[in-house]
């Protein structure tokens, strides 16, 4: 697998490095107040900056506003953070404006809309359903899938009424929520096939990698090839619940687990640190049936209500992604870990919804640490792109599906899973896949 092992004859990618913000950047001046006593009420113009920096600065800001922040996102075209406020509190609003943020007045406080998630879960957790809070439009987006009908859909739709004019939308989703179990490479485990998200150093030290907790919960051992010996035990999994990982530790003490995401094509990416998601981000995809894809972070902190259960806590997109993507890698073009495939509706052909755990969740839970500590700590890395954009004179892209992978193949002849393509198995209800 080419995320513990890097041949020689590899072309490493690295991604662009992460300027990250400095501290005294970070830093959110007061209002200035002049000789005479009269404050300064004069503001910047907000800052051009990357998703990753723009992620930092809304936390710091959220801390500064308090009651008064109610969400924000990132413009990707402005390349500015816009932040929602609540209040007529001006000396806020201006400190907001110094730091560099775009501010945006709006009605719904964070509070507010909460507390209506809370009536969504309470009175409307049905199968198919899933919500999340759009800080583009400062209401909730509540998602239902094609299973949600009759009484089901007059019970979600009743609910959502009654949370009041301009808290939340309800949308409908052509495909059915479900868990893709099949990232980076492929892995293969009592007849399921799932995705390698990202490798990790263990609280013990040992080497390690992330995937779904659907996948860890489904099965034990995995395997770098179909039928293969196992390679890795899982060691903790949580689905469904709050959240959806599992740390998988590598059987051999002595594996290689470098902190890169392969994208097909013989190409890696480095990943430099984990981060937080950040609505309106340009994300990238890693999996093992369908390749690399990219979209847009579309909501946070989503609950999904799948066929096994609601998990709480992810991150949601408009990434396309199918059966046997489960546990594999998103990330950013800077080399920010940033999800690990969770499930969704649609497909790559038609698009559709998918959700990721957030990586910084998973490892404060599990106690790991990203990479191996040879890239994970903010080392600078050459520049490049991921996504057909030439990076050190290769172009990256391409499937990882028929193409080789550190010198194995993870072909698509071994896909399982939508129209059970490899004839190895056949999908149950939870999208994994079982031997016949």
């Not at 998703?51 to 506003?65: E, F």
């Not at 040992?206 to 860890?216: E, I, K, Q, R, W």
Request: charged share 20%.
């Amino acid at each position: 697998m080419s995320h513990k092992r890097i041949p020689k004859r590899k072309a490493a990618i690295a991604a662009g490095s992460v300027a990250a913000l400095g501290a005294a950047a970070l830093l959110l001046p007061n209002a200035n107040a002049s000789q005479d006593g009269a404050e300064d009420t004069t503001a910047a113009a907000p800052k051009t900056l990357k998703a990753g920096d723009a992620s930092d600065l809304a936390a710091q800001l959220a801390g500064l506003l308090g009651d008064a922040f109610a969400g924000s996102y990132y413009d990707e075209d402005s390349q500015q953070l816009v932040v929602n406020v609540v209040g007529d509190n001006n000396q806020l609003v201006v400190q907001a404006k110094k730091a560099g943020a775009a501010v945006r007045q709006v009605d719904n406080s964070t509070a507010e809309l909460q507390s209506a998630a809370q009536t969504l879960k309470s009175e409307a957790t049905i199968p198919g359903t899933a919500w999340a809070v759009d800080p583009r439009t400062n209401k909730i987006l509540v998602t239902a899938d094609s299973t949600v009908t009759g009484e089901k859909w007059d019970t979600l739709e009743s609910t959502v009424q009654s949370l009041g004019s301009g808290m939340a939308t309800i949308q409908k989703s052509a495909g059915t929520f479900k868990t893709f179990a099949s990232g980076g490479d492929a892995i293969f485990g009592g007849g399921s096939r799932c995705s390698l998200g990202f490798n990790v150093t263990a609280g013990d030290g040992s080497p390690a990698f992330l995937t779904a907790g659907h996948c860890g919960v489904a099965v034990e051992q995995w395997s770098d090839s179909q039928d293969g010996a196992p390679i890795a035990t899982v060691d903790q999994a949580v689905f469904p619940g709050e959240g959806d990982f599992a740390l998988v530790k590598y059987d051999d003490p002595a594996t290689e687990a470098p902190s890169d995401v392969n994208v097909g094509g013989g190409q890696t990416v480095q990943i430099l640190q984990a981060a937080e998601a950040t609505v309106g981000q340009e994300v990238f995809r890693m999996g093992s049936t369908t390749g690399l894809a990219d979209g847009t972070v579309t909501g946070l902190d989503a609950t999904v209500n799948y066929p096994e259960g609601t998990v709480t806590g992810l991150i949601q997109t408009n990434v396309c992604a199918e059966p046997g993507d489960s546990g594999g890698s998103m990330f950013t073009q800077d080399g920010l870990a940033l999800g690990l495939t969770s499930g969704g509706s649609g497909d790559c052909t038609v698009g559709g919804e998918t959700f990721f755990q957030p990586v910084t969740t998973a490892l404060e839970t599990v106690g790991a640490t990203l990479g191996a500590g040879d890239a994970a700590g903010g080392e600078e890395a050459g520049g490049g792109e991921v996504g057909g954009e030439e990076a050190g004179g290769e172009e990256v892209g391409g499937e990882a599906g028929g193409e080789e992978v550190g010198g194995e193949e993870a072909g698509a002849g071994e896909e399982a899973g939508v129209g059970d393509q490899s004839g190895a198995g056949v999908e149950d209800g939870s999208g994994l896949t079982e031997t016949p």
